[in-house]
């Protein structure tokens, strides 16, 4: 794994401070295929490729020895190629699939530990998924599709229509409510979907490749309705995709998964500053960098009285945007953070990271996996 330096805590630590994770993974295996047990920790398949393991054992390992947190109020995009382990990891979040080895705490609590109806009170109220395919009930309406989950949790029939129109106004269906979802449009059956889960104020929402069958502009809306809702409620998402654009959109840190293992971990920063290896930069070669990365990168130290005087932009800036303010400028412009004058950023700095020329060997180091 790479930037992001992860503690191990017990997964019995009650999860009581906002700055405790809402899941830790550690050492999670699934494996599919016969006697499954025997693959986790043993050293004889562990230098096995995905084919290699699949001809020997006929088992896949679909998740292979993965530790992560997903933290509080963050949006973790989990990306990778069809095949790579996606599906199958996040659905062991809530044990729809059951893993193979390792753990899962979630608040805390240990998942594998739960029976039942703790499991159930899991998923219902406090990691609710939202689905490709919708999930939606052709013979109801919009508004009893949405109080759906609610429903079934037993609320009052007055409450529930209540609180399913707050989220329908939420996610922009107003006036649709006794719509039946065939006569919906693609996005707004999956504004549906996702308020059907907002509905039961769920502590983390994970969405399975929510998106993926509605067209770009449809996409990008619903995009747009996801930033949107985090910024406005900071609830913690787990978001599949295997679109790299949607990951760097909407992703605080993206988790890369190759043959169901990390490859790399970390903002969207970072990976396309720092990719971890030959995989990671091909699959990053074409983003626009100067959207990515900020000025914190690509600052050098202030010279002469530089640091005195001139326009001053944040750290966070990104480079595009500091491009504008260095043409401004005339000059330069400070990289400023409290008062504190970082460095200096001028059209040579800039125009590194647009032609990819910024890469810091040592930063490359702490990256690699
Ligand atoms: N029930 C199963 N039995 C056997 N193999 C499975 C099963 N479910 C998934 N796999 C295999 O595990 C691997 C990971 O699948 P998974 O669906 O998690 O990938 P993904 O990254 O989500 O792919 P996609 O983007 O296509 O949905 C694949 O090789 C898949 O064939």
Same mark, same amino acid.
């Given at each position: 794994m790479t930037t992001t330096t992860e503690k191990t805590p017990s997964p019995e630590t009650p999860a009581t401070d906002a700055a405790a994770p809402v899941f830790t993974v550690r050492d999670l295996w699934k494996v599919f295929g016969p006697?499954?047990? *025997?693959? @986790? !920790?043993n050293e004889e398949f562990a230098g096995l490729s995905a084919a290699e393991l699949r001809e020997r054992? !006929?088992?896949?390992? $679909? /998740? *292979?020895e993965v530790s992560f947190d997903v933290q509080r109020g963050e949006v973790f995009v989990v990306m990778g190629l069809s095949g790579s382990g996606k599906s199958t990891l996040v659905r062991t979040l809530t044990r729809l699939i059951e893993p193979t080895s390792g753990s899962i705490s979630m608040d805390g609590k240990d998942v594998l530990a739960m029976d039942k109806n703790e499991l159930r009170e899991l998923r219902r109220h406090k990691a609710a998924m939202v689905f490709q395919n919708f !999930? #939606? #009930? @052709?013979?109801?309406t919009v508004l009893d599709n949405v109080a759906y989950g609610l429903e079934i949790q037993g609320v009052s029939k007055a409450e529930r229509r209540a609180k399913a129109m707050e989220v329908v106004a939420k996610v922009g269906l107003e006036g649709l409510e006794d719509r039946r979802p065939t006569q919906l449009s693609g996005g707004q059956q999956q504004r549906v979907g996702l308020a059907r889960a907002l509905a039961v104020d769920p502590e983390v929402l994970l969405f399975d %490749? @929510?998106?993926?069958? #509605?067209d770009p502009l449809i996409r990008r809306d619903m995009q747009e309705e996801v930033i949107r809702l985090h910024r406005e409620e900071g609830r913690t998402m787990v978001f599949i995709t295997h679109d790299l654009s949607e990951a760097l959109r909407l992703g605080d840190r993206i988790m890369l998964m190759r043959d169901g293992a990390i490859v790399q971990l970390g903002t969207p920063e970072e990976i396309v500053a720092n990719p971890a290896d030959d995989y990671v930069r091909d699959f990053v070669q =074409? /983003?626009?960098?100067e959207q990515v990365i900020s000025v914190r990168r690509a600052m050098r130290p202030a010279e002469g =009285? %530089? $640091? %005195?005087?001139g326009a001053a932009i944040s750290p966070d800036t990104l480079v595009v945007d500091a491009i504008e303010a260095v043409a401004r400028s005339g000059s330069y412009c400070r990289v400023v953070d409290n008062g504190r004058t970082l460095g200096i950023v001028d059209h040579e700095q800039l125009l590194a990271v647009v032609a990819g020329l910024d890469s810091d060997p040592q930063d490359k180091e702490v990256a690699a996996v």
């Open positions: 006697k499954a047990q *025997r693959i @986790p !920790g054992t !006929g088992c896949t390992a $679909a /998740v *292979r !999930g #939606l #009930l @052709p013979h109801r %490749e @929510p998106f993926s069958a #509605l =074409d /983003v626009a960098r =009285d %530089e $640091a %005195e005087s």
